[in-house]
């Protein structure tokens, strides 16, 4: 699905951004900051219809504010320091009674998870309009925000995040075999599949119940009938070129590796994610040949279960044995 696209790249993207953000911090090398401020600034403007602008505009080395909408009377700090003391610093400087008397409400938006400053108390010394519960974002609150929009709201956020965190392309290395691969898959005959008896069924259940899938197991079982016409694919795909088909498993190993650091994810969230992973790299190749996005994630979905069935991706119990011997 378009959503699944468009919303996976917007969150990988943003996660890598505060993840360098972090790491260059504890380098105490900023710059990225104060370009994120730019980023942040269209980011929130596009999602939440504000129009802020750089707090310098305002006043040179605006203390405390970097960014401020004067049309809806909002300033926003933002800052990769997430700490209750920060916020504290923030709410005692004497600049915030000038904009307070305005009637300006006051925001936080932290490049890190911010969840556990919402529930706190604040020195709110010049009584300046500021909710903790609403007023401290950070980039779960946007991800959640864009995870509400409407596909077309979506693809313009997915356009801007594109544009300021897309990697540049390089011509010698845009191609790609997995986007070849789907190419092969979308030309066949996918509604006449006969019942493929060389798999053993057995075997599968249990890698499915030894990786905890069970609320994947129907996918995997809708799919996996699929598995004897790949190999016919991969046959002729490596009649094209040596070990095409070894670098689209080791691409897909490297999608499951990715996700075993992921430990906010289930066994399950796992699958889907590799599934996702799959389809912005197939998408991002110059050489993938559009398709409907029904059938994108189709071909999509028969590839990463196949490359489950034949141990791939996840671990296999002893004994796993995808054929019948």
């Known amino acids: 699905m378009n959503r699944d696209f468009y919303f996976t790249y917007i969150s990988e993207k943003i996660e890598l951004l505060c993840y360098k953000i972090k790491s260059m911090g504890k380098l105490n090398i900023l710059n990225l900051n104060i370009h994120a401020e730019f980023f942040y600034r269209d980011l929130c403007n596009l999602i939440y ?17 970097d960014l401020i909408d004067k049309s809806n009377k909002i300033m926003i700090q933002v800052s990769s320091t997430c700490t209750k003391q920060k916020i504290n610093s923030t709410l005692s400087k004497k600049l915030l009674l000038e904009y307070k008397n305005k009637g300006y ?9 911010a969840k556990n400053l919402r529930d706190k108390a604040f020195e709110n010394k010049y009584d300046i309009s500021f909710n903790p519960s609403e007023d401290i974002m950070d980039k779960e609150t946007l991800l959640n925000s864009i995870l509400e929009f409407q596909v077309d709201k979506q693809r313009e956020v997915y356009e801007l995040v594109k544009a300021e965190l897309g990697e540049k392309q390089d011509p010698s290395r845009i191609s790609t075999n997995l986007a070849d691969l789907i190419h092969l898959l979308s030309e066949i005959d996918l509604g006449s599949t006969e019942k493929a008896d060389n798999l053993n069924e057995y075997n ?40 095409k088909s070894l670098s689209v498993f080791n691409k897909l190993t490297r999608f499951y590796t990715e996700e075993l650091m992921n430990d ?7 699958f889907f994610n590799i599934i996702n992973k799959t389809l912005t790299h197939i998408q991002e190749s110059n050489n993938y040949n559009v ?32 054929v019948i011997a």
Request: with cysteine; aromatic share 10%; proline share 2%.
């Open 49 to 65: 219809g504000l129009t802020l602008e750089n707090a310098n505009v305002e006043k040179q080395n605006m203390a405390a504010i």
């Open 105 to 113: 409400s006051l925001k936080f938006l932290f490049f890190s998870d």
């Open 204 to 243: 599968i259940d249990c890698k499915i119940k030894f990786n905890n899938l069970n609320k994947v197991k129907n996918l995997i079982t809708q799919y996996k009938i699929y598995n004897h016409k790949l190999n016919g694919i991969y046959k002729e795909f490596d009649m094209q070129g040596k070990n």
């Open 264 to 270: 906010d994810s289930n066994e399950n969230q796992k």
């Open 291 to 322: 398709l409907p996005a029904e059938e994108l994630e189709q071909c999509v979905s028969i590839i990463v279960v196949d490359a489950f069935i034949r141990c791939k991706i996840f671990e296999s119990p002893e004994g796993y044995n995808h």
